[in-house]
């Protein structure tokens, strides 16, 4: 396997206006419109939103926007996103759910003395296939190495 890590949408805004031209172009081609621009705070407002779909809840929303289009100027509608920033407010959680699983995750390391596979390895005691375990280790930046012989 030969993973390939993509930061989340969020982390790279500067990708956010080649990603909405190429929604915009791809689906006003679908529905036979022409759009030549985007409206100048549309762009801002999709370069400050956080993006929890990432690349697709962009994608749903342009195509949204250009299906309701009716100038040669994209707009979306600043409510579509405003609704959806509630999740913010959670964010604490999240934080306290991710110190959770690395913790859930070294005390699996150590029981298993860095094993990650197998009957007796963390990912057993977890539940969990080895390859999500694997995944979640490198995600965490956790050194699996620093649980053998221990």
């Known amino acids: 396997m030969f993973p390939i890590e993509v930061p989340p949408l969020r982390e790279r805004p500067s990708d956010i206006p080649l990603l909405v031209a190429y929604f915009v172009e791809r689906y006003a081609r679908n529905v036979g419109k022409t759009i030549r621009q985007v409206d100048k705070r549309t762009l801002e407002l999709v370069q400050s939103y956080r993006w929890p779909g990432?690349?697709?809840?962009?994608?749903?929303?342009?195509?949204?926007?250009?299906?309701?289009?009716?100038?040669?100027?994209?707009?979306?509608?600043?409510?579509?996103?405003?609704?959806?920033?509630?999740?913010?407010?959670?964010?604490?959680?999240?934080?306290?759910?991710?110190?959770?699983?690395?913790?859930?995750?070294?005390?699996?390391?150590?029981?298993?003395?860095?094993?990650?596979?197998?009957?007796?390895?963390?990912?057993?005691?977890?539940?969990?296939?080895?390859s999500t375990l694997e995944s979640k280790i490198r995600t965490l930046g956790i050194s699996k190495h620093r649980f053998k012989g221990s």
């Open 54 to 130: 990432n690349v697709r809840e962009l994608q749903n929303v342009v195509e949204r926007a250009v299906i309701i289009c009716e100038s040669e100027t994209l707009k979306v509608d600043p409510r579509w996103l405003a609704r959806q920033t509630a999740p913010e407010r959670a964010r604490p959680l999240a934080d306290e759910l991710a110190v959770r699983e690395r913790q859930m995750i070294e005390t699996a390391l150590a029981e298993s003395n860095g094993r990650v596979s197998g009957p007796t390895g963390a990912a057993a005691r977890l539940g969990m296939p080895g």
